[in-house]
């Protein structure tokens, strides 16, 4: 069976305000994958139209593999959006179309031990493989997919705060 280790769990980035959302959206699946990861897989998908705007619920998920399959480093989004409303911004090149609400997004980083279940939990050439071969090699994963998702982070922050100057 694999052995999970949590390495940032539900970090979240909230804002609120005008933004791009589909510019977001887009913006979120190049980073992923420009940290080599693979195309983000959207588990859920949910769109509700109410009073206040539109609900969006969203759920990705993406991974990459290290050591032949051995490591699985995992990335989790949920982004959640509520009210969100079109806004059009008046600017000297002409009007822009954007998306007002309130947005949070939540970052897991999960590595996956074994992630292809070849060998049992009590094996001991596992135990020993991991302990003796591999140690070193499961830290630098641990702190690559650590700095990955803390660059992904950082992206979208950054994104979001090119809307706060106006």
Known sequence: MADKDPILDGVKVRYTGVF???L???RLAEWIKKEKFKEPKEVRYVERVKPIGKIID???TSSREELDGY???ELDLKIFIVGMNDVELDRPNGKLKLNKADLEISFTATLIRNAKNEWNDKS???RFYEKYFIAQSIESFKIKLYRDTEKIIDE???FLAL???K
């Open 24 to 26: 977001l959206y887009k």
């Open 71 to 73: 490591i699985l480093m």
């Open 124 to 126: 001991l050439f596992k």
């Open 156 to 158: 979208t922050k950054n």
């Open 163 to 165: 809307y706060s100057f």
């Open 20 to 22: 791009d959302a589909t």
């Open 58 to 60: 969203i759920v990705w």
